[in-house]
């Protein structure tokens, strides 16, 4: 099995976005679906955009598959902060080379 492309989660402060709250310990969302496996490369999935509905919760998530097709994820900001709590250490990070 080759090398993957996949994506991770991270919450960032609002005021001070150089400064990471939590990160996850895993991976969250990577290649399954035979169009996310195969194509121009194999294994690959990455975000292009995403929309949050009127509700505030709804989070759709237009990502490249396999680096031949764009596909769309639906998901809720709830459950991915639930994913988050229960996959990492709330932990402040400074990122250094974001801070002003």
Same mark, same amino acid.
């Given at each position: 099995?080759? %090398?993957?492309? &996949?994506?991770?989660?991270?919450? *960032?402060?609002? !005021?001070?976005? +150089?400064?990471?709250?939590?990160?996850?310990? %895993? @991976?969250? *969302?990577?290649?399954?679906? /035979?169009?996310? &496996?195969?194509?121009?490369? $194999?294994?690959?999935? *990455? /975000?292009?955009?995403?929309? #949050? !509905?009127?509700? =505030?919760?709804? #989070? &759709?998530? +237009? +990502?490249?598959? =396999?680096? %031949?097709? #764009?596909?769309?994820?639906? =998901?809720? #900001? &709830?459950?991915?902060?639930? @994913?988050? $709590?229960?996959? %990492?250490?709330?932990? !402040?990070?400074?990122?250094?080379?974001?801070? /002003?």
């Amino acid at each position: 099995m080759g %090398s993957h492309t &996949r994506l991770g989660l991270a919450l *960032f402060d609002l !005021e001070k976005p +150089y400064l990471c709250l939590q990160r996850g310990d %895993s @991976w969250m *969302f990577g290649p399954e679906a /035979p169009y996310e &496996r195969g194509g121009d490369v $194999n294994d690959v999935v *990455f /975000p292009c955009g995403q929309v #949050i !509905e009127p509700d =505030g919760d709804t #989070i &759709r998530l +237009y +990502y490249g598959a =396999g680096d %031949s097709c #764009i596909a769309l994820a639906t =998901g809720s #900001i &709830r459950g991915l902060l639930t @994913w988050l $709590n229960a996959n %990492s250490s709330p932990d !402040e990070v400074l990122l250094a080379s974001l801070h /002003p």
